[in-house]
């Protein structure tokens, strides 16, 4: 067997997705690959170990270098800037970032509140757009801070729609389309440079091929 090659997945539907499109670059995955309460599941077959992360924590991992290569969304990507090789798009998990806010809520406030886990991302948009706002980190249910007053808008992932939907929130504005990406750690990509070429090639093959 070749040498293994190690893999940071964030859990749920992207682990699924990518589950998915190794299968069809002809990976053999046990048919029993789940997690459950594991966080290291062996593919021997494939020579793949695939470590169970948070998805803000892949591109840790691979920085690191204890996980050579790893699925990591954009909107992470872009908000940690780690010091990794995205190598492919692997077009799966699509959702966008975008600004949200109350029906009615008053753009031409100053220097409105903005609660996000993505603090980086929206204090570069804000900039962009010549606003000035105080950004507010949260880790999560960031809808929940315009309907209680901690925040007048948020940014976050929109997937559906349905969470803004459910909390009477709208879209103000949209700021960047986000699909999961394929990253590499730069040495690995140097010492298994053979095995992870052939893992981008057999991909890309199937991402563009359109069988995502
Ligand atoms: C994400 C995101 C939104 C929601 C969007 O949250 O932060 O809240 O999904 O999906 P939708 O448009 O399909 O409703 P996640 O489920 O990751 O939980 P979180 O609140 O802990 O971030």
Not at 9 to 34: C, H, Q, V, W
Not at 39 to 46: D, G, K, S, T, Y
Not at 121 to 134: I, L, N, R
């Amino acid at each position: 067997m070749n040498e293994w090659i190690t893999i940071a997945m964030p859990k749920g539907r992207i682990f699924e997705e990518a589950a998915t499109l190794l299968r069809k670059a002809n990976y053999p995955l046990p048919d029993d690959f789940s997690f459950g309460r594991k966080l290291i599941v062996e593919a021997p077959e494939a020579g793949m170990k695939f470590f169970l992360a948070k998805p803000m924590d892949v591109a840790t991992y691979v920085e690191h270098g204890v996980a050579d290569i790893g699925v990591a969304g954009k909107d992470v990507l872009m908000e940690e800037q780690r010091d990794v090789y995205e190598v492919l798009d692997l077009n799966i998990s699509a959702c966008y970032l975008a600004v949200a806010g109350l029906p009615g809520e008053r753009r031409e406030q100053v220097a409105p509140k903005v609660a996000t886990k993505y603090p980086n991302v929206a204090t570069q948009y804000f900039k962009e757009q010549g606003e000035q706002v105080e950004v507010i980190t949260l880790n999560g249910s960031i809808e929940l801070a315009p309907l209680i007053g901690l925040a007048d808008r948020i940014v976050d992932i929109v997937s559906t729609g349905q969470t803004l939907k459910e909390n009477g929130l709208v879209e103000l504005e949209t700021i960047e389309a986000v699909t999961s990406r394929l990253i590499v750690n730069p040495v690995s990509y140097r010492m298994k440079d053979q095995r992870i070429d052939e893992i981008v090639e057999r991909l890309s093959q199937i991402v563009e091929g359109g069988e995502s």
